[in-house]
């Protein structure tokens, strides 16, 4: 669908007066691009020899960053097709495994940080920034698609009783990535 297409084509699309693509794919490619970056920090990490104790845990995370990319540009799609189809609950599932996933790679980026390439720690603070984003758009999308369900099943409440306390995590994940750069809001 839209993952092996043009970025212009979806960019357009995304723009146009069309039910699909909408916030929820945008969610999972923001996290793809987060992965792509946390990939990108490893590789330029990987063979310098100021970094080579960290050779092997980096190519563990390089590996890990890529199968996410892989994954969340097909959540893109996923997204997409959820919502055309008008299925409220695989609508719910996809962006409660953007959140999840998302987690899981700001803990990689937290490493990213702090074993990875100094000179690119903006560009993994940025992924991290992305990966935050990319839960909380995923984290919104869940609770409006619970609104359109009529409140969801009890599965559904465990999926958001799950995350809440996630959302602090990744903010102070965040947080604490942002002070490796020098920054703070």
Do not use: W
Not at 32 to 57: H, I, Q, V, W
Not at 80 to 95: C, E, K, N, T
Not at 122 to 137: G, Q
């Amino acid at each position: 669908m839209y993952i092996n297409q043009p970025i212009k084509k979806y960019l357009s699309d995304l723009a146009a007066r069309i039910p699909t693509p909408g916030g929820g794919s945008v969610a999972a490619l923001c996290a793809a691009l987060a992965s792509s970056l946390a990939a990108m920090t490893c590789r330029f990490t990987l063979g310098k020899e100021e970094y080579k104790k960290f050779e092997t845990r980096l190519t563990k995370i390089l590996n890990q960053s890529l199968y996410f990319e892989k994954r969340f540009a097909s959540l893109v799609d996923e997204d997409v097709r959820a919502y055309a189809s008008g299925d409220l609950d695989r609508a719910i599932q996809v962006p409660a495994e953007v959140c999840s996933l998302s987690y899981d790679l700001m803990k990689l980026i937290e490493e990213v940080i702090e074993k990875g390439n100094k000179r690119l720690v903006s560009d993994a603070a940025l992924a991290a920034i992305l990966a935050e984003s990319s839960f909380i758009a995923g984290y919104l999308y869940i609770q409006a698609n619970l609104k359109l369900s009529k409140g969801g099943t009890k599965r559904h409440e465990l999926i958001v009783k799950k995350l809440r306390p996630l959302k602090k995590k990744m903010r102070a994940m965040r947080k604490k990535i942002e002070g490796y750069v020098g920054y703070s809001a």
